[in-house]
Each structure stands twice: as structure tokens, then as C-alpha cells.
Nanobody
Framework: QVHLVESGGGLVQAGGSLRLSCAAS????????MGWFRQALGKSREFVAA????????EYAESLKGRFTISRDNAKNTVSLQMNNLKPEDTAVYYC???????????????????WGQGTQVTVSS
């Protein structure tokens, strides 16, 4: 059974930083690209970032480039999202997701991800 467990969310002031982590189990981690999505209250789910199975390539939502950094540790089956200079509009539940590397869909397509975590709340106060 596949499990993706996010951690690291919390309350932070605007301008602060948070690092989210996602621990994966029950799957061959290096067979999956990993992504982060977020969903703010009352809004649709939004792509944040993705990293390929090897970690060699990353992709970001255009609006988040330069503030967010995705990385993975294949030895530990984890993927992380470093978030800097946080803004109140970054407030959302952040989800980790896994997609098999045989799928060549755009990383932004949430429906292409087979597995999802339960999410972790990030709240940025002004």
C-alpha cells in the first residue's frame, strides 16, 4: 500500500520560510516523478512544482519561480519543498503527489498523478 505523508506545515509570518517534506512508502520511489500541489480555501487545486524521478529536472509554477525549490532524496524516499519569502496568498493545504515515470503528461496535470498525500496546512500571516 502506497503512503505519502507530508510534514512541515504551520503558521509563519509573511517573508518567512518553511520547508515541507513528503515521505513515501510502498512504492519504488525512483520509478516516480514527484510533485507538489496546493489548494487554498474556496479555490481549485494548483500546481506548485515537480521533480523527475532522478532529481535531474524540475518544473515550477511560473508565479512561484525563485521563491520555491523542490528537491528529492532517493536514498530516503523523500521529496521536499523549500518555500522562501512566503506571502499570505501562499496560504493553502499543500499536497505531495507521485506519478509513474512512464506517464508523459504535463507535470501540471494533477489527474496524471496516481498517489496523493493527505496534505499539510501552510498559513502565512500578514
Amino acid at each position: 500500500q502506497v503512503h505519502l505523508v507530508e510534514s512541515g506545515g504551520g503558521l509563519v509570518q509573511a517573508g518567512g520560510s518553511l520547508r515541507l517534506s513528503c515521505a513515501a512508502s510502498g512504492l519504488t520511489f525512483t520509478s516516480y516523478h514527484m510533485g507538489w500541489f496546493r489548494q487554498a480555501l474556496g479555490k481549485s487545486r494548483e500546481f506548485v512544482a515537480a521533480v523527475t524521478w532522478s532529481g535531474s529536472n524540475t518544473e515550477y509554477a511560473e508565479s512561484l519561480k525563485g521563491r520555491f525549490t523542490i528537491s528529492r532524496d532517493n536514498a530516503k524516499n523523500t521529496v521536499s519543498l523549500q518555500m522562501n519569502n512566503l506571502k499570505p496568498e501562499d496560504t493553502a493545504v499543500y499536497y505531495c503527489a507521485a506519478r509513474h515515470y512512464s506517464d508523459y503528461s504535463d507535470f501540471e496535470e494533477g489527474e496524471s498523478y496516481q498517489y496523493w498525500g493527505q496534505g499539510t496546512q501552510v498559513t502565512v500571516s500578514s
